[in-house]
Nanobody, 122 residues
Framework: QVQLVESGGGLVQPGDSLRLSCAAS????????MAWFRQAPGKERDFVAA????????AYADSVKGRFTISRDNAKNTVYLQMNSLKPEDTAVYYC???????????????WGLGTQVTVSR
């Protein structure tokens, strides 16, 4: 079993930045891919970004390209989501996910954190 714990959410103003963290209890072949999703009230859980612990390519939703960056610290078993130029439409609960391979739907991932709230408002 793998535990994922998100942190770093909060209330910010439009144009501000936040960095989310996701600490994994361990890494394995079953958690080779790490991703961030988000879910706004009344909406589905949407893909935000993904990458492998081994590095290489990253993937982003079109709505966050150029503003969000996913990165990792293998020594700390931690994945980050740097969010810049935040907009009110970025408001959502952000979830960290892990799976053996990456994908852009929530069904592609087997392990989930409990989420961290990000609110962008004046």
């Amino acid at each position: 079993q793998v535990q994922l714990v998100e942190s770093g959410g909060g209330l910010v103003q439009p144009g501000d930045s936040l960095r989310l963290s996701c600490a994994a209890s361990r890494r394995s072949v079953f958690t080779a891919a790490m991703a961030w999703f988000r879910q706004a009230p009344g909406k589905e859980r949407d893909f935000v970004a993904a990458m492998y612990w081994s590095g290489g390519s990253t993937a982003y939703a079109d709505s966050v390209k150029g503003r969000f960056t996913i990165s990792r610290d293998n020594a700390k078993n931690t994945v980050y989501l740097q969010m810049n130029s935040l907009k009110p439409e970025d408001t959502a609960v952000y979830y960290c996910a892990a799976g053996s391979t990456w994908g852009i739907t929530y069904r592609d991932y087997d392990y989930w954190g409990l989420g961290t709230q990000v609110t962008v408002s004046r």
